[in-house]
């Protein structure tokens, strides 16, 4: 397929004071010109920006031209596929939703199994801690949240040798201290997420709970009880002054387990939906598509996704191109 590196040229086409551009679409726009330079030839320029002149109906960003030729270009980001986008926007709000009144950036080390969008009750929670432990720390200094939990003791058999089985994956060695503590089989019912400590005296804590807890239910008490989890905050340099300066709270985490052919068909779907309203009619001698992807992840796969599209599939685009990490890509209709 065809590609090529694109170099940014000091003689500027357009004056973005003038254009209704962001940067992304600016920059896109440009590969898109050394493209129609490469493959058609002369020397391209932006002609109108249709927004402005036809600002009712859906319109592509620009319409250029070489002087003989005509193009109007569309730019789409990549952005993933609905779960993506969410999780990235949780992600995004967080760190400003989250952010001490004392200020400061932070890292959010949270069980491992959490995943975005947060519980507002859970999050709320997340928010008051943070509060409570942020003025303490001194930037690269760790701190720890309480997170209450809850659950029951469940009774399997009051003889021995003695065991206790919890929901979670890493409930089994938390849990075997306290075999030499225990007459009886036991379970930890505690829906929810994986159990998180990160000190010693928390740890501690928390089998002293489980243990008084057992021992409850041999004597046949089988109520509910609590204790608090810790997640991990750090506090990180800070991040200057004025307007370098910024504060929030990183949560590591990642998203939810997906299909990958299955996300990028659904992005690209969904791009070229909202695409192809803006090519209803014919604006130029050329209609280009240019698709940016974050970073080089799924190059290959989109492009091996639009090199199978039809032109019933695309009706009214002449080109579709993909710019990533610097480079743009003809993907439809594949070079012959």
Known sequence: MFQFHVVQRDNKRYNPK???LSEQESRCIEYALQFLSTVIGGH???ASHLDELNPLEPTPEVTVTNGETTAAIEVKRMAGDSAQQTYWQSLLSNEKYLVPSCGGYYWLAPPIDLRLPIDISLRRQVKREIERVAPTLKPEEEGVLRIPRNGHISLISEHNPPAIFCLHAGGFDLLQPLLERLEGRYMLVDKGLEHSFFTDEGKEAFCNTITSACNRRLKGDSSSFSWNEEWQITR???GGEGEDAKDG?????CSGARNVPVSVKENLDNVLDNALRKFIRRWAHLHI???EES???HTQLIQEIVARLSPAELPNIDYVLLVANSVIIQCYPQPG
């Open 236 to 238: 990180l340099k800070d």
């Open 289 to 291: 598509l240019v698709l």
């Open 18 to 20: 003038q254009m209704p």
């Open 44 to 46: 391209w320029n932006i």
């Open 249 to 253: 709270v990183w949560i590591i985490t």
């Open 295 to 297: 970073g080089n992840i």
